[in-house]
């Protein structure tokens, strides 16, 4: 079993900035793709950032130029979603997310973490 646990969430003004964690835990070979998404309040979850096995990384257009994912060079169970230049509509539960495969016969499964806060005041 794969357990994902976020960290990171919380209050900021706008024009601020945030760092999102994710860490993930149990049978773990290896990783197809991390990611993180967002659901605001009335809205779809919608994807963020993606970071793929080979390095390739794509954002929503919303967010490009101010968020970045990224994985943790020295625990490659550990990635991050930095964001800056906050604005009111980045608030949302933000999901990370991870394609993993348990095992090196057994095809990749999605895992999702419980969700984090994220408020941006005006």
């Known amino acids: 079993q794969v357990q994902l646990v976020e960290s990171g969430g919380g209050l900021v003004q706008a024009g601020g900035s945030l760092r999102l964690s994710c860490a993930a835990s149990?049978?773990?070979?290896?990783?197809?793709?991390m990611a993180w998404y967002r659901q605001a309040p009335g809205k779809q979850r919608e994807l963020v950032a993606v970071?793929?096995?080979?390095?390739?990384?794509?954002y929503t257009d919303s967010v490009k130029g101010r968020f970045t994912i990224s994985r943790d060079n020295a625990n490659n169970t550990l990635w991050y979603l930095r964001m800056n230049s906050l604005k009111p509509e980045d608030t949302a539960v933000y999901y990370c997310?991870?394609?993993?495969?348990?095992?090196?016969?057994?095809?990749?499964?999605?895992?999702w973490g419980q969700g984090t806060q994220v408020t941006v005041s005006s």
């Open positions: 997310n991870a394609d993993i495969r348990p095992r090196s016969s057994w095809p990749g499964h999605e895992y």
């Open positions: 149990g049978s773990i070979f290896v990783f197809n793709a």
């Open positions: 970071l793929r096995s080979g390095g390739s990384t794509n």
